[in-house]
């Protein structure tokens, strides 16, 4: 497969401070290291030079997204906001989304680099595409930059395909750790968009995410929600796609799919409290890839997203976009001889219960597809 590949040492120059995980230094919070920093997707890109992975990727060149485009989802007051702050020391975007100089334009550029992407894959410049962007996207809404996300990157990209490109239905796969809320309210009453989401059940944003979140108006039946207890492992994630995922998009038969490729739901994620590993993302990857082949050409974009474990996420992004090639470099995960053995990693019957809760609602969803 011919893979293109997003990529500009300027992502990794977006400054999300001091903080202790996630929250700011200050009063009783020693300054320490904020979680979403450069170091893992740096990391991953080291792991893929080493590996050789990088040399057989085709490079998309990232450009920044234009006032237009941004203002497809975002409110023009936002837009402002951002880019004042910006060009002063940095600031807030709104709910834990710190930022420093320049994460304006460093923003747009990741947009950007998801926008070509996209183009690259519906041009057929490429097969498929990943897109290791920084700041993430996902929890991004129109007027509000949530959980370390500025702009709405995928967001920003599906619209771009709906409206510049001919593109008809675009399915949102997102297995981050965290719910894809800012997808999910981009396409809320949207039903040419259907975003899925596979997240820790009640993690970020808080009290989002439920099963029975299916959107509204003529958007209703077009969004998934599969809300998986902490502790999930390959056997839930499998499942989950066997049973929710997989079905919703042979329904629903899209002309794009959009990978929201979050690895914090790996084992050993600081935040995550997930146990997938490089093989189960190399599964789920396949799986995506199956069902894009089946029902768009094989047009499938991934984005990366969260995945704060320096030491893991560079083997699980790699697994990904080594499936994303179709090809394996020499590379073995050194992590998968504990990984695999973690206990419960199977699927369990309180995961089954959510799973079969979630597959339920594919009765109401996609109903006019
Ligand atoms: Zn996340």
């Given at each position: ?11 990794m120059w977006h400054d999300t401070g001091s903080a202790a995980a996630f ?211 390959v056997g839930a994630y499998e499942t989950a796609f066997e049973r929710v ?125």
């Amino acid at each position: 497969m011919r893979t293109g590949f997003v990529w500009d040492e300027w992502y990794m120059w977006h400054d999300t401070g001091s903080a202790a995980a996630f929250l700011p230094a200050g009063g009783p919070i020693q300054p320490d290291t904020h979680v979403e920093n450069p170091e893992p997707k740096r990391r991953l890109h080291n792991l893929l030079d080493f590996s050789g992975v990088l040399d057989t990727l085709q490079e998309i060149e990232p450009r920044q997204a234009t006032l237009e485009e941004l203002l497809r989802f975002h409110t023009p007051e936002y837009v402002d906001e951002i880019a004042e702050q910006s060009a002063e020391s940095g600031g807030d975007a709104g709910d834990l989304t710190p930022f420093g100089p320049d994460s304006y334009d460093i923003a747009r550029l990741a947009a950007g680099g998801v926008i070509e992407a996209t183009d690259a894959v519906l041009d057929g410049d490429v097969d498929n595409a990943y897109a290791l962007v920084r700041p993430p996207g996902h929890h991004a809404e129109s007027d509000i930059g949530r959980g370390f996300c500025i702009f709405g990157n995928i967001a920003l990209a599906a619209m771009h395909a709906r409206s510049e490109r001919d593109i008809e239905r675009v399915a949102v796969v997102d297995f981050d750790v965290h719910h894809g809320n800012g997808t999910q309210k981009a396409f809320w009453d949207d039903p040419t968009v259907l975003p899925i989401s596979l997240h820790q059940d009640n993690f970020f944003p808080p009290g989002e995410g439920a099963v029975d979140e299916v959107g509204e108006g003529d958007g209703r039946g077009y969004n998934l929600n599969v809300p998986l207890p902490p502790g999930s492992g390959v056997g839930a994630y499998e499942t989950a796609f066997e049973r929710v995922v997989l079905p919703a998009l042979d329904k629903f038969d899209p002309d794009l799919i959009y990978l929201a490729a979050g690895v914090d739901s790996g084992a050993i994620d600081p935040l995550g409290r997930m146990m997938l590993h490089s093989e189960g993302y190399r599964t789920l990857t396949r799986q995506l890839l199956a069902a894009a082949d089946e029902h768009c050409d094989g047009r499938l974009v991934a984005v990366h997203e969260g995945g704060y474990s320096s030491a893991y996420a560079p083997f699980s992004g790699l697994a990904i976009i080594e499936e994303l090639r179709g090809e394996r470099s020499d590379i073995e995960d050194p992590f998968m001889p504990i990984f695999a053995e973690l206990g419960y990693q199977g699927l369990q019957p309180h995961q089954e219960a959510v799973i079969d809760d979630a597959a339920e609602k594919l009765d109401i969803a996609l109903q006019n597809s």
